[in-house]
Antibody
Framework: QVQLKESGPGLVQPSETLSLTCTVSGFSLTSNSVHWVRQPPGKGLEWMGIIRSGGSTDYNSALKSRLSISRDTSKSQVFLKMNSLQTEDTAIYYC??????WGQGVMVTVSS | DIVMTQGALPNPVPSGESASITCQSSKSLLHSNGKTYLNWYLQRPGQSPQLLIYWMSTRASGVSDRFSGSGSGTDFTLKISSVEAEDVGVYYCQQFLEYPRTFGGGTKLELK
């Protein structure tokens, strides 16, 4: 069955780089797009970016200068890297397959 | 970016009553192919978002027929007939016509 699972550090220092991994199963990354979406505590959803089946990417313009999404199709993994983290980047980070299947999310806290 | 604006519900909603959630987009989501590029999600407390409706009015797999979507190019409604306890949570609309894929701010449904 289709599954996505996010993993990464729960705590990141301000100004440092966040690295998250989305490990998928039940579908191929070469046939499906994967998005990253985040949600600050108690707030709404923010679309961050996409990596398409062909490997091209698109990013939220507000995050574009800090954000990078890549993948390793052989490992069925999608990666998110975001630099210069601030406290406002504290959120639950989700990966999702074209909106129909979502991971459980990973909470990331930016704090010293 | 396309701005998505959601209306509020007159909470709490009595169990068994119907509820309608509105969403407005700053640009028409009606494509020349005749499809309207709008999703609806439900995020239950403590859970990941769940896709309810796509293409404005098509129910996702396994979604109850108590949920229905309708609208025009810029004004949309999600109707829940006979609200039940499992419907409690926050509802989000999202446009997927253009990048970035923007979400509405969310509409909370509480049960009486």
């Amino acid at each position: 069955q289709v599954q996505l699972k996010e993993s990464g550090p729960g705590l990141v220092q301000p100004s440092e780089t966040l690295s998250l991994t989305c490990t998928v199963s039940g579908f191929s990354l070469t046939s499906n797009s994967v998005h990253w979406v985040r949600q600050p505590p108690g707030k709404g959803l923010e679309w961050m970016g996409i990596i398409r089946s062909g490997g091209s990417t698109d990013y939220n313009s507000a995050l574009k200068s800090r954000l990078s999404i890549s993948r390793d199709t052989s490992k069925s993994q999608v990666f998110l890297k975001m630099n210069s983290l601030q406290t406002e980047d504290t959120a639950i980070y989700y990966c999702t397959r074209s909106s129909d299947y979502w991971g459980q999310g990973v909470m990331v806290t930016v704090s010293s | 970016d396309i701005v998505m604006t959601q209306g509020a519900l007159p909470n709490p909603v009595p169990s068994g009553e119907s509820a309608s959630i509105t969403c407005q987009s700053s640009k028409s989501l009606l494509h020349s192919n005749g499809k309207t590029y709008l999703n609806w999600y439900l995020q239950r407390p403590g859970q990941s978002p769940q896709l309810l409706i796509y293409w404005m009015s098509t129910r996702a797999s396994g979604v109850s027929d108590r949920f229905s979507g309708s609208g025009s190019g810029t004004d949309f409604t999600l109707k829940i007939s006979s609200v039940e306890a499992e419907d409690v949570g926050v509802y989000y609309c999202q446009q997927f016509l253009e990048y970035p894929r923007t979400f509405g701010g969310g509409t909370k449904l509480e049960l009486k």
